[in-house]
């Protein structure tokens, strides 16, 4: 990258988002990584990325690194990328995503696990999918993927990366379990999509518990 | 209007409004819109309304217009007035309204379908509906329509403004799917019905959900 | 009262806790009311309370006026009384309570109606009961008694009175569909067993929707 | 302890986590209470603890004291230890514990009835699991014992202890109806262990309520 200012923008605006996203209560217990597309001028740096186990009520650029296409640290901070970091690379070939958020919000967690027998969660009817980019109408369906959870990150980004390339409208899946990931064409984008999904989820999980939804009109 | 300044006043009443509806968790996503009218004296100019697409986490008064009863813009803003304007158009036509809240809670979103094949919410054995002007007792029974959704806001104004032109004590209505629409004499007031509005949904939520509710004495 | 700065201590102390209660979420839509008792040599002032209507976000020193034993106002600040003034005069009567506080929690409105029927809520079983004064044993039986609901407050007090003098370790009753009453010997006090109530009253509800809590050992 | 200094510095770590738990609405009522084991050096004070009766809303570095491994008071502050102070002694003698925190959520305070006549609460298929000490796939089991609340804590350490002795992964247990006891190896390993038990709980308190979880993979 040009000049350090220029990554501190970038490790700033990833930090606040992952501050804010401890505050929603969707990130306890150092869980969580977060991570934002560089430009093509900034290669062989492709993204940064928060570090390994950090608590996420505090965390600031410090706690922010470069990695390249294969993972590997660029800078000279010392830090260890996110335990996922292969996750996010895999985000950042099969789509167009700026930025990749990943959250372990109550609601992900629980529906990741009760709806996984179906394989995905389909959505519907709620005006909130306007929320998300391309969609027209709360008519239209988004579909969340869920995964099983693994410990092996290559070998789960290996099984998801075909399920998105070229999927309409995708902008988030779940690990069984695990939690959420979301993205967008840049952090303000992905920051939104996570929101819409966060009180989609919500919605889908009442619903889903009580069963008595009518259908979308 | 006649100054900036008065402009700038009912702009930033406005906006605090609305960052408060964010802080309670009943605007996700850009979602939500806000408008309050202005004084006959600033005609052609109808009210002030938030623009579209705007984070109300900090939305200020730079992201308020104001527009005319075709919902025309009429500053020098180059802002896009919500895309549900025509919805608060319809009720400063049918109603006194002296402003109009669009939130959506959870409360509101989930109960808007789950009640929807009743037509209506009807409220009534809980004290906080005094809450609501002219409302004198916790016995009074107050409705809450609920309306199938659409993205034609001008055909929902049409179907929905004959059903609240002279309905006694109705400050509200329900988009199923999509949120609760509130308002009030003024900012205030509306504030308050809002307020009172969500806790009452709650409280119905939680009822319906368990079925076990008294009546009312 | 001798001077004006104490009032104004008394004043501070009330709406602090006013406010604290608003952000707990249990004083929506400018309900819910707040009293201290003042000391003998102030009579014929007997307590401080809150003026009726106020939003308690953002109530301070300026909302609260004293009153005497018929809930006439002392002072010249040209504010009306809380409408519910009649049960605080009464609860200053019956009881040793040094403040009353009156909110309306979800769990309190909820359970005040779902419980009606059989009269009072019976906790037992819970550690934090211990957080009320003279229960010393989580295995201590705790009785809030549950009125119906009225707008004539004198007939409630009237109704009411007879069935707190010389109940045992009584700080406490619900109005159905109305909220919470709780008192305490001070102001601190009564904070604190507001605190527990609302805790033991989320844990009850949420064991009487699902039915499987064992009995206290 | 060497120094007042040092003292200083391990109580304002303790009343920091004491007030970040009460944030999170786990410390209702004055109810709670935490300690820190000192370095080998201080002999013969064991540990820090805080006082009885103390709101952990403001609780600073003036309301913990130091203990013995009797839990007699070492210092000149004229403070009651809490109440429980022998079920922390009891895990600095059967643990290696640097920080006790005893907290009581909904969820803790909930599951501990519900599920007590198991004996325990088995936490298994989670990825958050991994943020335990030693942790390594959300596949491991996690065992949380439930033993019976009682108001004679000595009795109650000399019940637990034995279980507790060599149970591998072990940060935590509930009392019944009472709340939870978690530890780690410093006050922010301490930290991140109640904070993954306490989403660990809610996830397992929906999961149980509603029953339909699949099988971890």
Not at 40 to 59: F, H, M, R, W, Y
Not at 73 to 87: K, V, Y
Not at 118 to 143: A, C, D, F, R
Not at 171 to 189: E, P, R, T
């Amino acid at each position: 990258m040009d000049t350090y200012s220029e990554f501190k923008w970038y490790a700033d605006q990833l930090a606040e988002v992952a501050r804010w996203a401890y505050r929603n209560g969707w990130a306890p217990g150092t869980s969580t990584n977060y991570s934002m597309r560089l430009p093509c001028k900034a290669a062989p740096a492709l993204c940064v990325i928060t570090s390994s186990g950090v608590d996420k009520e505090t965390i600031d650029s410090n706690h922010v690194l470069t990695v390249d296409c294969h993972g590997q640290p660029l800078g000279e901070e010392n830090l260890t990328p996110s335990a996922e970091t292969a996750l996010h690379l895999m985000l950042y070939r099969a789509t167009e995503a700026g930025a990749v958020l990943h959250t372990h919000s109550l609601a992900a967690t629980l529906l990741s696990r009760t709806a996984q027998s179906q394989g995905h969660l389909t959505i519907s009817g709620w005006e909130l999918l306007k929320g998300l980019e391309g969609v027209t109408s709360h008519q239209n369906e988004v579909s969340l993927p869920i995964f099983s959870n693994s410990q092996d990150m290559e070998g789960l980004a290996t099984l998801i990366e075909p399920r998105l390339v070229a999927a309409p409208r995708c902008y988030g899946f779940l690990l069984s379990g695990h939690g959420l990931y979301v993205w967008g064409k840049d952090i303000w984008a992905a920051k939104r999509h996570l929101e819409v999904f966060e009180f989609l989820l919500q919605c889908e999980r009442e619903v889903r518990s009580y069963g008595n939804a009518t259908s979308p009109r």
